[in-house]
């Protein structure tokens, strides 16, 4: 059987015998794989023509639905993908952060829409006043590259490692053609039958290739985006493609790092923390049999306590159960393949050259259930070096499997300085109960680490672990670690966007950006504006409200009511030395006096309720005598999704009402018509249902 390719809108398979593919737990044959014969630059051609326009037509809102859509679609699938998956080697809780991780960054990332615009583009950061007289200004947007993503994944997460990168990729509005790791493709393409059997995504927004990547990267444009997951060295291989550094096509990189861990000196032998270290190390060097780019593979303890950390960790590991993976007592199952575990044995062996092996064997492991001479089995090892500085193996050396090196400290410096030995990596963590020692460490190391992790028991129960990078936190590192950034929520999807300034008038801008930009021309909504439906309202309907005559007696009683007695507030202090003339008005009593002005409260309307205030700011005194008014325009307008109710027992009121989110535009006036306050008020409007 030959794994099929996705490409162009149809499902090809390569010429020639391919690649031959492994169970890597029997060692029998599963498919083969082959790219030859196919057309590189037609199928970026096809992304560029077919999946790019369709994706750019939709809206945020409408691609993180699409996202929302795929997501409990393939959850429905589990059964399937997790009996392909026991074949890499996996035990079901390897295969649960793979496929499932995978899964819930589809979700993730279908959230992230909400921070978004209902718009194709949005509007990024501040707008900015460029002229006195107020008819100029700049702004920002963020509009999709109109080129395709190619990704270039690793061989140890072929569900995760597809799904976290396209997630984002696809809520920015850009197609991707996935070149999955060959070894384990076999996953992703059953993986990538079903998206596209479900045609949940538009076609051209996703195509797949199994095998050689071939010229591809020969072909890309200065609209595409590479995203590379792997070793450094092949990283810096393609990196210096002729063809990408011609066009300037933008490559994200996440490589192969010495991640570490750090033993916090106030940690005891016995302790909770210790114990909560331990059970870090053991899970981060038998989970996916310790293949993963967070893994870690060097361990820093106080020189005292070495021996003691040592045996502790060796007698953890020598309870883990190692075999078939389908066998629920085994709790390490297999590397993905036999050249995998050549190549770990082969690095072990360069790490040995300073260390020694203090737990495991290269020649030996004790399975159940399973034959070590046909599967791709190795033993947990465990090596020490106890001069650090001395060596440069154990911080350049990756063995990509379940090795890691214990180390010894003198004092934090010296850890700060060793962690930093391994000339940047993804991840590291300390364990520490001492604010001061964590603080030390966090600022010291930072530079060297795209994440940090600050555990200890008051953490450790819902801590997602030292190797989980998490859909809103940017995953990546400096230096070797390939100086890229995945995911990292917002920040994630902005890497697929063009930044572009804009610079107009404030009416011109708004018209364009669909968001009211201050000191543009309102306009007459016809009636008051909590009277129209969501669909009915526009971007620039404006309201000017009736002048209200704030007096010493309002700002009394709203002291009294409110228990706010500071003492701006009281017509008795003495102002000498203060920043006021006289007794001054609460802003919150010119907030509320506000909504007094502006909310239309006699009957019913499609305005449900207040949902919140933002960019609340007080910019001027407001004194007794002074005549405010305010200046009430419609500024953005939001969809809000219903919510999904399974059970009749989840329902609450309102939930099968019809509705959206508007941002108001609330500016304080006063009689000589400056700005004393402004604010963004949040409605939740209903829709017509017409």
Not at 329 to 338: D, H, I, N, T, Y
Not at 426 to 443: E, F, G, M
């Amino acid at each position: 059987m030959k794994l099929g390719n996705y490409i162009n809108g149809r499902w090809v398979e390569g010429d020639g015998d391919g690649q031959l593919l492994y169970n890597a737990v029997t060692g029998e044959t599963i498919a083969a794989a082959s790219t030859a014969g196919l057309d590189f630059a037609r199928i970026l051609d096809y992304g560029r023509k077919v999946g790019s326009p369709a994706l750019r037509k939709m809206t945020f809102h409408a691609r993180g639905n699409m996202l929302k859509t795929l997501a409990l679609h393939l959850r429905n699938q589990l059964d399937r993908f997790y009996a392909i998956s026991y074949k890499t080697g996996a035990t079901r809780a390897d295969s649960w952060v793979d496929i499932e991780g995978g899964i819930g960054n589809l979700f993730a990332n279908a959230s992230l829409r909400k921070k978004f615009p209902d718009e194709v583009f949005c509007v990024d950061g501040e707008s900015h006043n460029l002229s006195k007289q107020n008819s100029f200004m700049g702004t920002h947007i963020l509009v999709p590259k109109e080129g395709v993503v190619v990704h270039i994944n690793a061989f140890n997460f072929p569900v995760w490692g597809m799904l976290e990168k396209i997630a984002v990729n696809l809520l920015a509005g850009m197609p991707c053609v996935v070149k999955p790791a060959t070894v384990t493709s076999y996953l992703t393409e059953a993986v990538v039958r079903e998206i596209i059997a479900s045609k949940i995504l538009p076609e051209g927004a996703l195509q797949l290739i199994c095998g050689s990547a071939g010229d591809i990267l020969n072909h890309v444009q200065s609209q595409d985006v590479v995203s590379f997951t792997g070793s450094a060295a092949t990283g810096l291989l393609l990196k210096s493609t002729p063809r990408l550094l011609q066009e300037n096509v933008p490559f994200n990189m996440e490589a192969d790092s010495l991640n570490c861990i750090v033993l916090g000196e106030d940690v005891a032998p016995g302790s909770a923390d210790w114990e909560v270290f331990v059970k870090e190390v053991r899970k981060e060097m038998t989970l996916k049999a310790g293949q993963r780019c967070t893994g870690i593979r060097r361990i820093f303890v106080p020189a005292n306590r070495m021996e003691a950390m040592w045996k502790s960790i060796a007698t953890a590991l020598d309870q883990t159960v190692i075999g078939n993976p389908l066998n629920e007592k085994v709790r390490m199952g297999s590397l993905a393949g036999e050249s995998e575990r050549r190549e770990v044995r082969a690095q072990v062996e360069k790490l040995m050259t300073s260390s020694q092996i203090v737990y495991g064997s290269l020649d030996h492991v004790q399975l159940i259930d399973a034959d070590a001479t046909k599967g791709a089995f190795i033993s947990p090892i465990l090596l020490m070096n106890e001069k650090p500085f001395d060596c440069k193996e154990a911080h350049e050396v990756e063995a990509f499997g379940p090795v890691s090196t214990i180390m010894p400290y003198q004092d934090l410096d010296e850890a700060i300085a060793l962690s930093k030995l391994g000339k940047g990596s993804l991840v590291s963590t300390i364990v520490s109960a001492n604010a001061k020692t964590a603080r030390q460490y966090v600022v010291g190391a930072a530079s060297h680490h795209g994440r940090i992790l600050v555990l200890n028991s008051e953490c450790a129960k819902e801590s997602t672990g030292h190797g989980s990078p998490l859909p809103l936190l940017v995953h990546g590192g400096p230096g070797r670690a390939g100086g890229g950034e995945e995911m990292g929520g917002i920040r994630g999807v902005k890497h697929y966007l063009q930044r572009t300034a804009l610079q107009g008038s404030p009416t011109m801008l708004t018209a364009i950006t669909n968001i009211y930009q201050p000191n543009a021309k309102g306009k007459n909504p016809g009636k008051h504006p909590f009277k129209k439906y969501f669909e009915e309202l526009e971007i620039g309907d404006q309201l000017i409200t009736e002048k209200r005559t704030i007096t010493a007696a309002d700002i009394d009683r709203f002291a009294d009511l409110s228990g706010d007695h500071f003492y701006a507030h009281i017509k008795t202090t003495d102002f000498t030395g203060t920043m006021f003339e006289q007794q001054v008005a609460h802003g919150y009593l010119i907030m509320s006096i506000a909504a007094g002005l502006f909310v239309d409260s006699y009957e019913k309307n499609p305005v449900l309720l207040n949902y919140g205030i933002d960019e609340l700011r007080f910019t001027k005194p407001v004194y007794p005598g002074a005549e405010v008014y305010i200046r009430f325009t419609c500024k953005e307008k939001l969809p809000n999704d219903k919510r999904v109710v399974e059970k009749p027992e989840d329902f609450k009121r309102g939930d099968d009402i019809d509705k959206g989110i508007v941002k108001w535009l609330v500016e304080f006036l006063d009689e000589t018509d400056e700005l004393t306050g402004v604010a963004t008020i949040l409605t939740m409007v209903q829709r017509s249902n017409i």
